[in-house]
């Protein structure tokens, strides 16, 4: 819900929100991600193989020792749509974030998406850039890559900035929030 106490507007403060489960069912694009991307990331916060089974629901899955053998070697690498992380106020930060997305449009495989970045408020402080600028998918190549890096500094604890990376065609678009904050000083 949308109370006085989530006032201002970024991506961690959205309320009670409406679904649309047309669009739902036709996304445009997708953002893979397996059940051994989460266990690779859980395994690199410290869960243990019991901790594991209660999530998972199966005693067969185990951490390898110290290693991942699939891509989501933390939580920030999970080829997920948001992007997020928690830096240091008044220190110069750069994130770098890879992913992966899946044309699954409904008019077919061949599609071209142009990117923009939107900024949720004023972020004089905050630079998203995004590379490819551009994404074409064909019967070839359903999946395309790109590299989100921001970068600048936060000044206040307990600030939150975000910003959005947009992919478009005239039939869709995707949004992914980008959000970087810092710890409260509580």
Not at 38 to 46: N, V
Not at 51 to 69: D, E, H, K, P
Request: charge should be negative; proline fraction near 6%.
């Amino acid at each position: 819900m949308n109370t006085p106490g989530n006032a201002g507007t970024n991506d961690l403060k959205y309320g009670a929100r409406q679904l649309n489960p047309t669009k739902a069912r036709d996304p445009g694009l997708m953002y893979d991600v397996s059940e051994g991307d989460y266990i690779a990331m859980l395994c690199t916060q410290g869960y243990n193989a019991t901790q594991l089974a209660l999530i998972i629901g199966s005693n067969t899955t185990a951490c390898s020792n110290g290693s991942t053998s699939t891509a989501a070697a933390s939580a920030g690498d999970l080829n997920y749509p948001s992007m997020a992380a928690r830096v240091d106020p008044w220190k110069n930060f750069t994130l770098v974030v890879p992913r992966t997305i899946t044309n699954v449009g409904a008019s077919g495989v061949a599609a071209v998406y142009d990117m923009k970045v939107i900024f949720t408020d004023p972020a004089d402080n905050l630079a998203v850039a995004v590379a490819p600028s551009r994404l074409e998918f064909n019967t070839q190549t359903p999946k395309a890559s790109f590299t989100v890096t921001v970068s600048g500094v936060v000044p206040a604890a307990g600030q939150v900035i975000s910003a959005a990376v947009v992919w478009s065609n005239n039939e869709y678009q995707v949004r992914s929030p980008v959000v970087v904050y810092t710890d409260s000083d509580d």
